[in-house]
Structure formats: structure tokens, C-alpha cells
């Protein structure tokens, strides 16, 4: 199995999770539809900013991911580094998400 058969699902689903993840998050940071309203507004408006951040940073990354891997095929690089670089690119993003969420808290 290909790097380029897989790698692009996942991609695909993890751009969803960051999208929809962002949406769940809002809610929760102004006291919208999502459980954990509330807050005073100095931390909505820091939970806001960090918001922003953390899912636009990973947003961006998954779209550059999706994008490499349109030029990974015709840059014939072995299966196995197909699969590191790829899955590096994608973790990458995630871990930035990560990061930006452990931030808030």
C-alpha cells in the first residue's frame, strides 16, 4: 500500500477534526451552544486568541500536508520515506494543535 493511497484520507479526516474540533471549542470559549459556558470575559478573550492560533497554525499545516502529497508521488522517493515524511507532516500539525490546547489551559 501506497503512502499517497493513505496518507491523504487521513489528511482529509484530520482537517475535519481540526474544523470541527475549532466549532466545539468556540462554543465552549463563549459560552455558545457547547458544554462549558460561563467563563469570565478576560478568559473568554484569552481562550479566543489562543483559539484562533492553535486551529488556524493546524489548519494551515494539514493543508500543506494534503498539498505535498500531490507532489509526493512524482518525486520518487522510497515507500518507506514516502510514509515518515508524510505521516511527519500530519503529526506535525496535530502536535501544534496539541500544544496551542495545552496553552489554554
Known sequence: ??????????????????????WALLGFATGGPSPGGGATPEDTARRMRFFRAGHAHAGVLVVLSLVYFLYLDPADFSNGVDWLVGAGLIAVAFVVLAIGLIKQL
Open 1 to 22: 500500500m501506497q503512502a499517497t493511497e493513505v496518507l491523504p484520507i487521513v489528511g482529509v479526516l484530520g482537517l475535519v477534526t481540526v474544523e470541527f474540533g475549532g
